[in-house]
């Protein structure tokens, strides 16, 4: 029995520290738009994916990561997700050093667990479509409005 928990804790040392084990390797990210309602087509995931704002998708720390947002009568708005490492992503890297040594940072660094993509909510506010108002009618100048004469008359 005593084997066993020396043993299971040999295996877990290594990653105590390891941002993949405290932050996790995967995050929500909050979409939102003004007006509500646009379709916000993800791209870079596994699977691309939709959804209609508002709404939260879950996506690898590691994606790279483009959202597209469109709804009828708005311009199209697109934003390209960058990835930093926060302080708290960056204590969790920090930590291999103490306890998961290289294993740890590269697993860290190949799942991106030590990231998270900014701008966390994405939030657009949607411009609308400007419209061309149609010409006005235009009248000719210096010509009375009476109705030409008919011939023979």
Do not use: W, Y
Request: hydrophobic content about 45%; proline content about 9%; aromatic content about 2%.
């Amino acid at each position: 029995m005593i084997i066993r928990i020396v043993l299971a804790a040999a295996l877990a040392a290594p990653c105590v520290g390891c941002a993949s084990v405290t932050r996790g390797t995967t995050e929500n990210i909050s979409i939102s738009s003004t007006p509500a309602g646009a379709t916000a087509e993800l791209s870079g995931l596994d699977n691309p994916t939709a959804c209609v704002t508002p709404c939260v998708v879950v996506a690898k720390r590691s994606a790279d990561i483009t959202v597209s947002f469109a709804k009828e009568g708005f311009e199209p708005e697109v934003v390209q997700l960058t990835k930093e490492v926060p302080a708290t992503g960056a204590v969790g890297f920090a930590g291999n050093i103490v306890a998961g040594g290289l294993v740890g940072m590269g697993v860290d660094a190949v799942t991106g667990a030590a990231q998270d993509h900014k701008p966390n909510p994405v939030i657009v506010t949607l411009k609308p479509i400007r419209r061309m108002a149609p010409p006005s009618a235009v009248k000719p100048r210096g010509k009375s409005a009476k109705p030409a004469p008919e011939a023979g008359t």
